[in-house]
């Protein structure tokens, strides 16, 4: 079963950078055919997808946030991170990790939130 788990401050101060990781087991991040995603959720507000990092290493951003996030792995230790740079109140959400296969996400992390505080 694959599983995966979202880690990192629930707490961050605007202007400052989130790093968030994310602990795959159950898979391979290498697995070919899978991606892995990192969603977010503001309160009262819909999902929106931030980005993934492909089996290959490739990354895919969000064009709205690929000025300050940055996506990458360590295959030693199957995980995933996530860095936000410069945040601001309205980046405060839930953060989601998943993986995906072609265009839809199939497993999902629990979520961890996160406040920025101005």
């Known amino acids: 079963q694959v599983q995966l788990q979202e880690s990192g401050p629930g707490l961050v101060k605007a202007s400052q950078t989130l790093s968030l990781t994310c602990t795959v087991s159950?898979?391979?991040?290498?697995?070919?055919?899978?991606?892995w995603s990192w969603i977010r959720q503001p309160p009262g507000s819909g999902l929106e997808w931030m980005g993934r990092?492909?089996?290959?290493?490739?990354?895919t951003v969000s064009p709205s946030l690929e000025s300050r996030t940055s996506i990458s792995r360590d295959t030693s230790k199957n995980q995933v991170f996530l860095r936000l740079n410069f945040v601001a109140p309205n980046d405060t959400a839930a953060y989601y990790c998943a993986r995906r296969i072609g265009n839809n996400e199939d497993y999902w992390g629990q979520g961890i939130q996160v406040t920025v505080s101005s």
């Open positions: 159950g898979d391979s991040i290498t697995t070919k055919y899978y991606s």
């Open positions: 990092i492909s089996s290959d290493g490739t990354t």
